[in-house]
């Protein structure tokens, strides 16, 4: 089991940003208002994920670390109209299966928290605030070869943070901080959509950019797309979002794109944030471990559909 759990680990857990993502979307699914990320060592020697959430309740806090024990899908029928962020209860197992890790809790109206230690199993009293705070220290000390693939603790720590812009670009309305060796990196504040997108993308993207709305049918598409003058060489702007869920697909890109007709020039590359939300039922999001490739039941018209809105925002900006 625990070898099983090691080689589901390397579908779920690649690098240190891997475990900041699904630690990030646990803490949403727990309705945090405030998500704190605490690094040492660009994640590799800890990782600390602290959220104002509902809490664990202790009796369920050995069973949450158990391979496909989620509180969050009941039936299969559940699987289909999924709108949390987990919901295959493979993270906390597969996370602790390559890292030390701690889990501490406490649920309103607890006399006190209560503090798993994953490998011992040792359940302690301990003191804490309402939520939760998951940590995990020496990421893939017991597997070397993984261990070896990583790079720099700065390259692992922009990996780290730029898994928590993915979350705070989708989530305005939760406070995110992070920390990397005890120093403040990153803070947005819980606010404003708008805000937030200046926030986190700046402002020189948001003042050569247009917003981006339609709606057809069940579908709405929205966000905002950088104007074509405003290309870039790198492709490392590029936000998409299904019913909430940071994705990356090429159908949506492609669709992207090609409402720049050929306003880019060479290989510059749009900038862009775009959210689609659709019925749940018209996406497959269990498509893939991360969940970070999503399958349409209507892939063409989702194409022309991201395109026009596209081209309608940036005609926008020709007038
Ligand atoms: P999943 O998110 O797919 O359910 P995980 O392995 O990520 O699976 O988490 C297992 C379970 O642990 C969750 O279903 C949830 O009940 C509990 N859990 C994990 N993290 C938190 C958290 N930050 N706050 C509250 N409950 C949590
Ligand atoms: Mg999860």
Redo the contacts with the bound molecule.
């Keep these: 089991d625990e070898l099983i759990s090691q080689i589901a680990a390397g579908e779920v857990v690649e690098r240190p940003a891997s475990v900041v993502r699904?630690l990030v979307?646990?803490?949403l699914?727990?309705g945090a208002t405030q998500i704190n990320v605490k690094l040492m060592a660009g994640g590799v020697r800890a990782i600390v994920v602290e959220?104002d959430?509902?809490?664990?309740p202790p009796a369920?806090l050995p069973l949450?670390l158990k391979r496909h024990?989620?509180?969050?899908i009941r039936s299969l029928d559940e699987l289909e109209s999924v709108s949390t962020m987990?919901?295959?209860?493979?993270?906390?197992?597969a996370i602790s299966s390559v890292a030390e890790m701690a889990i501490a809790t406490r649920c309103e109206g607890a006399p006190h928290a209560h503090r798993l230690e994953a490998r011992s199993g040792e359940l302690k009293v301990a003191a804490r605030s309402r939520g939760?705070s998951?940590e995990v220290r020496e990421l893939f000390f017991n597997t070397p070869a993984r261990r070896k693939f990583l790079k720099t603790d700065a390259t692992e720590l922009a990996h780290c943070l730029e898994s928590v812009r993915r979350h705070a670009l989708a989530r305005p309305d939760v406070g995110f901080a992070v920390w990397h060796e005890g120093k403040l990196v990153e803070q947005w504040r819980a606010g404003p959509a708008e805000q937030r997108l200046r926030d986190v993308l700046g402002e020189d993207f948001f003042g050569s950019s247009r917003a981006v709305y339609a709606e057809a049918g069940p579908l709405r598409i929205y966000g905002r797309a950088g104007l074509p003058e405003a290309a870039r060489s790198r492709s490392d702007m590029q936000y998409v979002y299904v019913n909430g869920r940071y994705v990356r697909d090429k159908l949506i890109a492609h669709g992207i794109r090609s409402a720049y007709e050929d306003q880019l020039h060479g290989s510059r590359q749009p900038s862009y944030v775009l959210f689609i939300d659709i019925a749940p039922d018209r996406v497959d999001v269990n498509v893939h471990p991360t969940k970070i490739e999503v399958r349409f039941r209507d892939g063409r018209e989702i194409h022309q559909q991201v395109r026009y809105a596209v081209q309608d925002a940036l005609a926008l900006s020709r007038a």
């Design positions: 699904e979307d646990n803490a699914d727990a959220d959430g509902l809490g664990i369920e949450a024990a989620t509180s969050k987990g919901f295959r209860g493979e993270a906390l197992a939760t998951v």
